[in-house]
């Protein structure tokens, strides 16, 4: 495989190097900001090879490749674009864009991903701790069995448990940074809360907690171990005071007292009101969860298996880190996590659609999609399988769901618990107790069971092998035509029909002096009539402004056009105004492109006169014929 290839397709198809503001990836997505998306060729970027997906979430557009291979296309791409990549994206201001529920998660997923790593070694190696210490062997332990183990059960649960007892930290480090704070100080104070002097979090009710006494003002000296809420609390506020003692400190005196002055106030804040606050807080909310969960018991198991999927969509899974984190670290009283679980069944359900696909289907390129991202889900990253798959073929994802539902119902009326977090899907085991270990197999079988099974009837009953190959006939077909018309254009003239109802006047009448001045291509102005405008000959949208008063079309033979709705339009910012073609679409002649309110238009203070030019003849010789009225089958201009 050329990845050096791939890299320089990747970069044409989305825009060139100017258009790309940084590159990073994750686990199996390519993750670009855009500098415009309308850009992107998201049919070219899917014929690249090895891609599996292509999506645009919150402004970032995201090329599915796959583990292992997405790291090298990355690296391949940033070489290739050198000193022109901006910062990664995690370096970037926080976008003010999407609802108040959006930019949370964003947030709890730009804090949490990159703690992951750390996370799921601790709860692997708890896992692999559980395997030698509970009773497999005729009701005994692999440690009592075999006592020269015990050395090595004591070191890996002392090394599981690390980062768990030491979460405030990590999270402290990771939060801080996110808001806008030393992640350094974040550290400091995630180690202030875990302090061996204090009271153990786990001991809390046990043993009584030390108190400090100052003047007078009795504090309880109660460590934070394996909480959550409190220390993302903790770092906004210790961020805020630090930011904003930088704007109000002398320089000469801004490194010595900023720090000080930060830890001091925070760490005060959160022993007094913050940390018990937020402590009770986390514990509420882990106990509601459980007892939801519990009451709920079969039916709210399937319920959320059935609806996992969806929420993977919208990206707000990432959010559920800091409540399993919650669940498992507080597992004496919660008995552990089911979300792991769910998740289990749900990524062994995607796997299975996809396999039953892969012995279904004829299409090479999707048998070689499938049979890397099946096993890909199978092991717990369904990303491939999903957006390269299932939600393509459509049927086969509501297989999917259908098969988790069934699963995560079953997990649910046998209390399948999780006690440590991993890799979810089939390695999921060692994150279970070894009581649990036959009922999280039979989970997963019936999962993949009722998805292949389901992704094979519906394959036969809604014909999706034919809509496949149909598929790709009427692309073939689209092709050809294209280069039909192509090879047309270029050896004749090409008509040109006005894009709107209303009346016609040449360019140089237009009531805005830069497209009078002929400036931006020679063409018409139309008065219209009414808002809607029409495709003027046969093309490809090559240009959607953001705002979407102005749409550019590129003709077979390389001419390009320009449409402009209304005067200082730009100004409106898209309100209004209704797209109902893409960057890339191929559009016919009377197909309608736009729509736009007039009256909102003139109420706003604008005009509604509409410019319709030829930003680039490519040699040809443009021959202009308005009239005083025309609708979209009038012909108005020629290109000779």
């Known amino acids: 495989m050329d990845y050096a290839k791939i890299a320089s397709q990747v970069i044409e198809n989305v825009g060139g190097k100017d258009n790309i503001k940084s590159v990073q990836h994750c686990a199996t997505r390519l993750r670009l900001q855009l500098k415009n998306n309308d850009l992107r060729d998201e049919d070219a970027v ?115 448990n690390a980062p768990f007892t030491f979460l405030p930290v990590l999270i402290g480090f990771s939060a801080t940074k996110k808001f806008g704070g ?93 940390g018990p606050v937020l402590r009770e807080a986390g514990n509420l909310l882990a106990a509601g969860i459980t007892w939801l969960y519990n009451t709920l018991g079969f039916i709210g198991g399937g319920l959320f298996g059935l609806a996992y999927a969806p929420i993977c969509l919208t990206g707000m899974h990432h959010s559920f880190i800091a409540i399993e984190t919650q669940l498992i670290a507080d597992v004496a009283h919660t008995g552990g996590s089911f979300i792991f679980t769910t998740a289990s069944m749900n990524n062994v359900a995607q796997g299975a659609a996809v396999l039953a696909v892969l012995f279904m289907t004829k299409n090479e390129k999707m048998k070689s999609i499938c049979s890397a991202s099946g096993v890909s889900a199978l092991l717990g990253i369904t990303e491939p399988a999903m957006f390269g798959v299932t939600l393509k073929l459509k049927y086969p994802f509501y297989a999917a769901i259908i098969g988790s539902a069934v699963g995560s119902a079953y997990c649910a009326a046998t209390k399948v618990l999780a006690q440590a977090l991993g890799a979810a899907g089939i390695p999921g085991f060692i994150s279970m ?128 056009l320009l449409i402009h709705a209304g005067i200082d339009t730009v100004k409106m910012e898209g309100e209004g105004f209704e797209l109902y073609v893409d960057a890339g679409d191929q559009v016919k002649k009377g197909d309608k492109l736009l729509s736009f309110d007039m009256d909102l238009v003139k109420k706003k203070g604008y005009q ?4 319709f030019l030829v930003a680039d003849a490519n040699g040809k010789a443009l021959e202009v014929t308005p009239a005083q009225k025309a609708d979209n089958d009038q012909k108005i201009m020629t290109l000779k």
């Open 608 to 611: 509604t006169q509409t410019m």
């Open 46 to 160: 899917s014929d690249i090879e090895g891609v599996k997906g292509v999506f645009l979430t919150q402004s970032q557009f995201q090329i599915i490749f796959g583990s292992g291979l997405v790291n090298l296309v990355c690296d391949e791409v940033q070489k290739q674009l050198g000193g022109d990549v901006g910062p990664a994206a995690d370096d970037e201001p926080e976008e003010k864009k999407g609802n108040v529920i959006q930019r949370l998660v964003k947030m709890l997923s730009d804090i949490f991903v990159p703690i992951i790593p750390a996370i799921v070694a601790g709860g692997l190696l708890m896992g692999l701790n559980n395997i030698l210490t509970s009773g497999l062997l005729d009701g005994k332990s692999i440690i009592e069995v075999y006592p020269q183990w015990q050395g090595l059960a004591t070191a890996i649960n002392t090394f599981a």
């Open 433 to 560: 107790l070894p009581k649990d270990y036959p009922n999280f197999f039979i989970g997963l079988i019936l999962s993949m069971a009722v998805s292949a099974v389901l992704t094979v009837i519906f394959w036969k009953k809604f014909h999706l092998g034919e809509e496949e190959s149909g598929a790709k006939k009427a692309e073939e077909t689209k092709a050809e035509t294209k280069e039909i018309s192509e090879t047309k254009a270029v050896e004749g003239p090409e008509d040109l029909y006005s894009p709107m109802k209303g009346e016609v006047l040449p360019i140089d009448q237009s009531n805005d002096a830069a497209f009078a001045s002929k400036a931006m291509g020679d063409g018409v102005a139309i008065n219209p009539e009414e808002g809607v405008i029409y495709a003027p000959a046969d093309g490809k949208i090559s240009l959607v402004f953001p705002t979407k008063h102005a749409i550019g079309i590129t003709l077979g033979s390389g001419v390009e």
């Open 182 to 274: 030393n992640p350094y100080l974040g550290a400091a104070m995630g180690m202030i809360m875990v302090h061996p002097d204090l009271l153990n979090a786990y001991s809390i009710g046990i043993a009584d907690p030390p108190i400090w006494n100052i003047f007078g003002f009795e504090i309880e000296a109660i460590g934070y171990q394996g909480t959550v809420l409190p220390v993302l609390a903790v770092a906004f506020i210790l961020a805020t005071i630090e930011k904003k003692l930088h704007k109000v400190t002398p320089t000469w005196l801004d490194n010595l007292t900023t720090p000080l002055l930060s830890i001091i106030v925070t760490s005060f804040l959160t022993f007094i009101i913050v």
